[in-house]
């Protein structure tokens, strides 16, 4: 099922579709975007994001606040794509790049709007934003939801030019699940980073295994010397990944 929804200009033959699988994005499309100038459509499944769809809607820009999928060539081919990327590219092109940030130790990068292209975050770039890493991930991705709408009005109003990305390319790799268990040794703060980096919805908490039980933190809090921590307990067996 596509979700649609008109903006105030309705005088504006400009029209634009928003994809995103995350609830927060529903929420900023439907609170920030589609009160922008322009026709706006929402896409949120994976089914609705057809060639056949959206030529029936025909948009000036798709933009990808979050999609967990690889969007077909011919989508690619007939619409201008654009994705918002965690990092400065060519730096950091490539999966997690969230956590790949902060297991590197920073604390601040670059939001990237780039064209999508057949392969992933090579496309030109349209703008570049700053965006703090602190807090914890969910907050991290409200915070780059919010500026990715910013940057959405800008480029709707400017259609910059993109151009090609410049410097030696840093490729990240995409985390896994089992990558999420707590570390066996090291500093409070890379612990901290690490149980923080995990916290958001649909995301696989920061884990340890004790027999039959699951341990997953969140929320955590760095104190002087210790930190705090909720913990949900699972049992194993009744574990899945998101």
């Known amino acids: 099922m596509l979700f649609t929804s008109v903006g105030r200009d309705l005088m504006s033959n400009k029209r634009y579709v928003v994809v995103g699988c995350k609830p927060w994005n529903r929420r900023l499309f439907d609170e920030t975007i589609c009160h922008f100038p322009g026709q706006?459509?929402?896409i949120e499944k994976r089914e609705d994001l057809?060639?056949?769809?959206?030529k029936k809607f025909h948009p000036r820009y798709i933009f990808f606040l979050h999609w967990s999928w690889k969007v077909p060539s011919d989508i690619l081919s007939h619409f201008e794509c654009v994705c918002f990327h965690m990092t400065d590219v060519p730096?950091?092109?490539g999966g997690s790049p969230l956590q790949n940030l902060i297991v590197r130790g920073h604390s601040s990068t670059r939001l990237t709007a780039l064209r999508m292209t057949e392969n992933f975050d090579e496309g030109p770039v349209l703008m570049k934003r700053d965006l703090c890493l602190e807090g914890a991930a969910e907050e991290i991705y409200l915070r780059a939801g919010r500026l990715s709408a910013e940057m959405i009005k800008e480029i709707i109003e400017k259609e910059p030019v993109p151009e090609a990305q410049k410097g030696v390319p840093v490729?990240?790799?995409?985390?896994?699940p089992h990558e999420s268990v707590l570390p066996p040794s090291g500093s409070l703060i890379?612990?901290?980073?690490?149980?923080?980096m995990l916290d958001a919805e649909g995301y696989p908490r920061a884990f340890l295994e004790y027999g039959d039980y699951r341990l997953e933190f969140s929320r955590a809090a760095l104190k002087h010397d210790r930190i705090v921590a909720d913990v949900t307990i699972?049992?194993?067996e009744q574990d899945r990944n998101p």
């Not at 057809?50 to 959206?54: D, K, P, R, V």
Request: proline fraction near 0%; hydrophobic fraction near 35%; aromatic fraction near 18%.
């Open 91 to 93: 730096y950091g092109r």
């Open 171 to 176: 490729v990240f790799k995409r985390r896994s």
């Open 40 to 42: 706006w459509m929402y």
């Open 234 to 236: 699972r049992i194993k």
């Open 50 to 54: 057809t060639i056949s769809n959206l």
């Open 190 to 196: 890379s612990l901290f980073n690490h149980i923080r």
